[in-house]
């Protein structure tokens, strides 16, 4: 069973970063006021979904927003949060190198059905955009209330020193091609390094490595469970030749997700074009005696 992270009440302190350096993460608790990111939170809630997404690919079933992103480029309460200076300020003494953002997004695991995320290292998407070193970090500040209750953050405590780890693909729910690590691997990882379940409070900003292992359930509770993330780089850590190689990674995914939309498109036609030339029900669970 995942442990409670114990809570910190202090300043960004000496013992802080050798917490960060050690397990790849710290959580500091009141960086923001409640109300800040209470407001924040309810100012997403009352946003038409429409006007904010991208693609259909940022909704959920039963979840009209699940992911409202570049969020820094905006003038709204979101990005008053997350242009703070304290965020950077905080990150910069965490890694002992001036820090920058370059991604933001709201993750929205809403009531009854967010969807899970798999246990991955943010690594995985950002390596081979031309990154040369992986001295990046995320920020997670949490706009609502977090624990294992609404689906928390697991992280496993220390990963971030392997460097990158293999992953393997798989097509989520929207039918985006992502990446996990195996469940072999993760039987390893946490027999060696054990689970934390992030717990915090709405204004708790929790900061950890790029390479950190990470994940969380589905939530199936009444209760919505909204984090607004930051992804920070380091000033010397550019990407190199980032558009050449960007375009090299988002094509390979790009054909994982035609492929896999192809080969399903297939099977669903002839299951559909065998179900309408017979007279019998098929793919389906023979029907009981009671109902012939």
Known sequence: MPNSLSPFNGACDEASVDEFNKNGFYLHRGLFSRQAASNAA????????????KSWTEQEPGVPLAVYTVVHKSNDPIAQLVTDPKILEMAGILVGKPTYIWASKVNVKAPWCGTV??????????KDR??????????????????THNAALHVLPGTHRFGFIPHQPFININGLSKRMIPPEKLDQLYKEHGLVAIDAEPGDVLFFHVSLVHGSSHNISPDGRMTLFAQLNTFGNEP???????????????????????????????????????????FCAPIPGQEK
């Open 130 to 147: 031309g990154y040369p070193r992986d001295d990046m970090l995320t920020c997670m500040v949490f706009l609502e209330k977090h624990n």
């Open 42 to 53: 309810t100012w997403l809630k009352n946003q038409d979904p429409q006007s904010l997404l």
């Open 117 to 126: 995320e798999y246990y991955h290292q943010d690594l995985v998407y950002w």
């Open 240 to 282: 190199i030749e980032v558009s050449t190689k960007s375009k090299q990674f988002n094509m390979l995914r790009a054909k994982e997700e035609y492929e896999a939309a192809d080969r399903r498109y297939k099977y669903f036609k002839e299951k559909y074009d065998k179900q309408v030339a017979s007279d019998d029900p098929t």
